[in-house]
């Protein structure tokens, strides 16, 4: 059974950090590219940030360029995303998912909130 677990998510005031994780299970994860999405209220899911299935190229949304990094470790089967320098428009739901070739897994997502 595939499955894609997110972690870390809360609430933290403007200018701190989180760190998410994504736990993986059922698939062969070091094959799959890996991507973070984002869907705050109201508004479409958007990509955050994608890692290689070997990691060693990642690419970043304009708006979090400089403020997240992401990076995985295919030992632990787990993807992460450190977010730093949060703004209170970086609230949202944040997704991981798994794409390799024309199979896309998701997870059920983490609350992240930025509010004083």
């Known amino acids: 059974q595939v499955q894609l677990v997110e972690s870390g998510g809360g609430l933290v005031q403007p200018g701190g950090s989180l760190r998410l994780s994504c736990a993986a299970s059922?698939?062969?994860?070091?094959?799959?590219?890996m991507r973070w999405y984002r869907q705050a209220p109201g508004k479409e899911r958007e990509l955050v940030a994608g890692?290689?299935?070997?990691?060693?190229?990642?690419n970043y949304a304009d708006c979090v360029k400089g403020r997240f990094s992401m990076s995985r470790d295919n030992a632990k089967n787990t993807l992460y995303l450190q977010m730093n320098s949060l703004k209170p428009e970086d609230t949202a739901v944040y997704y991981c998912?798994?794409?390799?070739?024309?199979?896309?897994?998701w997870g059920q997502g983490t609350q992240v909130t930025v509010s004083s």
């Open positions: 890692i290689s299935s070997a990691g060693g190229s990642t």
């Open positions: 059922g698939f062969i994860f070091s094959n799959y590219a």
């Open positions: 998912n798994a794409v390799r070739l024309n199979t896309v897994y």
